[in-house]
T-cell receptor, first 116, second 115 residues
Framework: EAGVAQSPRYKIIEKRQSVAFWCNPI?????LYWYQQILGQGPKLLIQ????????DSQLPKDRFSAERLKGVDSTLKIQPAKLEDSAVYLC??????????????FGSGTQLSVL | DAKTTQPNSMESNEEEPVHLPCNHS???????IHWYRQLPSQGPEYVIH???SNVNNRMASLAIAEDRKSSTLILHRATLRDAAVYYC????????????????FGQGTELSVKP
């Protein structure tokens, strides 16, 4: 079974530039999450989708971050404009819904963003 | 969200058992106890979860205190590949089934394994 795919693996940009991350969840997984992990900290949930609807985006800095999940499959997370404090690893995770495995989240390897 | 408390770091010797503790004194009756681990340069991966009874799987065992205010993740024979950050997380089962649950991570325990 293919895992959660994320791209790019690494990204370096200058502050005030924009950047986008892409996530392809495991096939059939209804729930998709974006997490931000700053060096030395645990992952912080940014947004959660159920199919193509937003369930929770309370921790998403909406003045600069946006996310979408068209057709309930792939998702993109965008930062515009980026700040130095956005340097982090951005993790995507997916989970089935109302099946035997729905207790588990499956994570991708993440995109490491450096803002200079 | 209910919180958990874990030691920042622990050391183990290869091929010896490891007991990773977690305190969750404010746990509610509908909270499952989940454990994830994060190897270097990778995303977190599921290890095990339980509600009240002890649980075993191919990766580890989970021992849950009778009052559910603490739990212990047990790695029976640590290997060098078990060196990772281990996260203990509480997850509300009712929220989970209504909306698809979310995981709120803390700082975790960084486990190092010596040869």
């Amino acid at each position: 079974e293919a895992g959660v795919a994320q791209s790019p693996r690494y990204k370096i940009i200058e502050k005030r530039q924009s950047v986008a991350f892409w996530c392809n969840p495991i096939s059939g997984h209804a729930t998709l999450y974006w997490y931000q992990q700053i060096l030395g900290q645990g992952p912080k949930l940014l947004i959660q989708f159920q199919n193509n609807g937003v369930v929770d985006d309370s921790q998403l800095p909406k003045d600069r971050f946006s996310a979408e999940r068209l057709k309930g499959v792939d998702s993109t997370l965008k930062i515009q404009p980026a700040k130095l404090e956005d340097s982090a690893v951005y993790l995507c995770a997916s989970s089935p819904f109302l099946t035997g495995d729905n207790e588990k989240l499956f994570f991708g390897s993440g995109t490491q963003l450096s803002v200079l | 969200d209910a919180k958990t408390t874990q030691p920042n770091s622990m050391e183990s010797n290869e091929e010896e058992p490891v007991h990773l503790p977690c305190n969750h004194s404010t746990i509610s009756g509908t909270d499952y106890i989940h454990w994830y681990r994060q190897l270097p340069s990778q995303g977190p991966e599921y290890v095990i979860h339980g509600l009240t009874s002890n649980v075993n799987n191919r990766m580890a065992s989970l021992a849950i205190a009778e009052d559910r205010k603490s739990s212990t993740l047990i790695l029976h024979r640590a290997t060098l590949r078990d060196a990772a950050v281990y996260y203990c997380i509480l997850r509300d089962v009712f929220f989970e089934y209504n909306q698809g649950g979310k995981l709120i991570f803390g700082q975790g325990t960084e486990l190092s394994v010596k040869p």
